[in-house]
Every structure is written in C-alpha cells, then in structure tokens.
C-alpha cells in the first residue's frame, strides 16, 4: 500500500477510536485496559500524544532541524500519568486533536521532505514516510488494548495486509537471539501465503493461520486463536512488538 494513501487509513482509524471512546461511562476509562498497569485512560492518553511524538518527526523532516520524538523516556511517563485521569471527552477530544494535528502536517509536509532520516526513540533511524506506518500500528493497536469491543476482527484488510507483511519481514530480521520461543519456526498465512523461515530445520515446527489471526498473535494482541501449531504442542509466545524495520 502506499504510504500516501495511509493517511487517510488514519483519519478513519482515529475516528473509531473517538466512537469506542464515547460509549465508556467515567469507572469504565478508570478500569484496567488490555495493557498491564494501565487504564483505558492510559491507553487514550497515549494515543494522543504519540501523535503529537510522530508529529515532531515530520517537523524534524520539514525543517531539518533536530526534534527528539519525545524529549525523554521520563517525560513521555509523566505525561501520560498526568493525562491519564481527565475525563472521557477531555481524552476523546485529545485524540482527535492530536490525530488531525498529525494528518494536517503529513498533508502538507512538501515532498522532498518525506525521504528525510529522523529518529525513533529506541534510537534507529527511518525516512520520514515510514512514520505513517508506524502511526498506523499505534491507531490499530492500541485500540484492541482499550479492551472496550474493538479486536483483530474489526482490523481493516488494508491494515491487515501491511502489518502482517512488515511483522514477518522484521521478525526475519531479527538476530536469533531476540527472536525469543519463535526461533526456529516457520510461520505462514494459508490466506496468503505468505511466511517466515526463523531458522526452521527439515520438518521442523510451523505456525499457520489466516494473516488475521496471526497478526493478532504476533502483535500480541489474541492468546493465538485461529492459529494452529504442528506438531501439536503449546504455541509459542512471541517477542516485544512491533520490531524494528528490516528494511532500515
């Protein structure tokens, strides 16, 4: 998919994301989310103002000036406790302020800029396009971690096809090492077709499913229902996602 039609991928995204939020009551946003340690309103909080963190890698593009996605792993906690307790139209009015904000500078960021490096927390550098798609796996994502009706199944296809494709390619990638219980896997959509050899011997283990079903587990988001193991045996439990870009 190209990464311009993405923005508007976004657009819809975030709106689900306001319509989950508008039917939570005040004890329902305080409750736990799918995410240890955290409420919805943690969840919401972090929605937004991982937006406004991709936001300033696009400024970082745009000016070729250096901006930090945030200004510290101490300051991004911080805000998020501080933001975590307001009220469900304060948190449901940020997310769709923060995700406008974000679509409004991906719109006019001009063309040349969208080649330019900048730098993800974790300290890995990409061009500034590949920021919409890793916005994308935060829209998705962490909207299945509100734990309030929306899961895998309401994934949009186009989402779907991207991520599954980018996790197999990056879990490729991966040194053995941090490929955790899934080395020497071999994983494959029977939808697709598609699959990943993590160092598979003859006759060695493979994981199948649709590319739904096997999204929802690598992302960490289903416990691996509609995913089947042979030979039979416990489906094992994949690495921290999402991983960084084979392709950077």
Excluded: C
């Excluded at 500078?105 to 890793?134: D, K």
């Amino acid at each position: 998919m190209d990464w311009r039609e993405v923005i508007d991928e976004l657009d819809s995204g975030v709106d689900r994301i306001i319509g989950t939020l508008s039917k939570l009551g005040e004890q329902d946003l305080r409750a736990p989310s799918a995410l240890p340690g955290w409420s919805r309103g943690h969840v919401a909080t972090h929605i937004a103002r991982n937006a406004d963190s991709l936001w300033n890698l696009l400024e970082w593009a745009r000016t070729g000036v250096r901006i930090p996605q945030y200004p510290s792993l101490d300051a991004r906690n911080a805000a998020l406790e501080e933001g975590a307790g307001r009220d469900r139209d304060a948190l449901a009015e940020d997310v769709r302020a923060t995700g406008g904000r974000f679509a409004e500078q991906a719109r006019s960021l001009p063309e040349g800029a969208w080649g330019a490096p900048v730098e993800a927390m974790a300290g890995w550098r990409h061009p500034a396009w590949y920021t919409l798609y890793r916005r994308w796996n935060e829209v998705e994502a962490h909207h299945v971690d509100l734990a309030a009706g929306y899961g895998p199944a309401d994934w949009p296809e186009p989402y779907v096809r991207w991520s599954l494709g980018s996790t197999l390619a990056d879990l490729a990638a991966l040194p053995e090492a941090l490929r955790g219980e899934l080395s020497g896997l071999r994983i494959t959509a029977t939808d697709s077709g598609e699959s990943a050899d993590l160092g598979r011997a003859p006759g060695g283990p493979e994981a199948s499913g649709s590319g739904r079903a096997l999204l929802g587990w690598l992302s960490g988001r289903t416990d691996g229902a509609g995913v089947s193991i042979r030979p039979d045996g416990r489906l094992p439990e994949p690495p921290p996602w999402p991983h960084r870009p084979a392709a950077f």
